[in-house]
């Protein structure tokens, strides 16, 4: 057996591969495998960088804006979420955009993934996301998102599942979209998969081992999606109907098999450098290992 791991940014990331750890798909692999949360994308990438882990998936816009400055990981795969389902949540009580001038609304931490969209959304619908709105990192205050709306300590946060199911369900907050739908953010890779270089050179054999046991995860929680649900209402204490609103919403959605999205990832590569975050001149080989491609991706490797 091999012990393994594996980062995620927050604690309902990665859930299909806590479904294949509960369910022992890791463990038939010869992987011993757990689930090690780190709250953000960029403090995942510099656990990553430093060592503390190898693998672990993580935010496309914190993924690229630290390997464009220096950090030793590539992105090897796809993770679950291939495209941007995160969903703007705004208390029930907001009616126009205008109504978040001096407000506060959260995101998981300062260069997260819903940090880098959020201030896009922001910008786009008439507001100054420096001036005109407090953007809050919530860091380890994360799980109490919903909470925190609630009391009005925040007005809105970017949103995962099954906390948007949660949250719509109980009337909380109403769903202003997803990102993913937004006409004005191309297309994105979104939930990637990476791993330190330095495993990548001495290691390749362990790193494929760990994304093929991960890919057949994410199928069999996709392939029994009752039993799915039931790990999830378990595992975070939710309802059952919100956990099968949850996974109902997305999985036709989601990647079962790792594969990349390129042109995806190339727009979050081109939407950091314009939101600032990365400089100009990234490529899609300056953040991505090819070894390790699956289907499409891995014949316009060859």
Do not use: M
């Given at each position: 057996m091999i012990k393994i791991a594996y980062g995620a940014p927050t604690h309902i990331s990665a859930l299909p591969v806590r479904y294949g750890v509960a369910r022992g798909i890791f463990a038939q692999a010869g992987l011993d495998l757990s689930v090690r949360t780190i709250f953000g994308g960029p403090e995942l990438a510099l656990a990553l960088d430093r060592g503390a882990l190898w693998i672990g998936e993580i935010g496309s816009p914190p993924g690229i804006t630290a390997i464009a400055h220096g950090a030793g990981l590539r992105i090897v795969a796809s993770a679950e979420k291939r495209p941007a389902l995160m969903y703007l949540g705004l208390h029930q009580s907001i009616e126009a955009w205008s109504e978040l001038r001096g407000e506060r609304i959260?995101?998981?931490?300062?260069?997260?993934?819903?940090?880098?969209?959020?201030?896009?959304?922001?910008?786009?619908?008439?507001?100054?996301?420096?001036?005109?709105?407090?953007?809050?990192?919530?860091?380890?205050?994360?799980?109490?998102?919903?909470?925190?709306?609630?009391?009005?300590?925040?007005?809105?946060?970017?949103?995962?599942?099954?906390?948007?199911?949660?949250?719509?369900?109980?009337?909380t907050v109403r769903n202003w979209g997803c990102v993913a739908a937004l006409d004005y953010i191309p297309p994105l890779q979104w939930s990637v998969q990476v791993a330190r270089t330095a495993m990548i050179e001495e290691q390749p054999d362990t790193v494929r081992r760990t994304l093929d046991a991960v890919a057949g995860a994410t199928r069999a929680a996709y392939g029994d999606v009752a039993d799915y649900a039931a790990f999830l209402s378990n595992y975070l204490k939710l309802p059952l109907a919100v956990a099968e609103h949850a996974v109902e919403r997305e999985r036709k959605l989601v990647a079962l098999d790792g594969e990349l999205d390129l042109t995806g990832l190339t727009n979050a590569i081109e939407l950091q450098v314009t939101l600032g975050g990365i400089p100009a001149g990234i490529k899609l080989d300056d953040v991505i290992d090819r070894r390790f491609a699956r289907g499409a991706a891995a014949a316009n490797s060859s």
């Open positions: 959260g995101v998981l931490t300062t260069g997260s993934c819903g940090y880098w969209f959020l201030r896009e959304i922001l910008t786009r619908n008439g507001l100054d996301p420096d001036r005109d709105v407090e953007i809050v990192q919530l860091g380890k205050r994360y799980p109490d998102v919903l909470q925190l709306i609630e009391d009005r300590i925040i007005e809105g946060a970017l949103l995962v599942e099954p906390f948007l199911s949660t949250c719509v369900l109980n009337g």
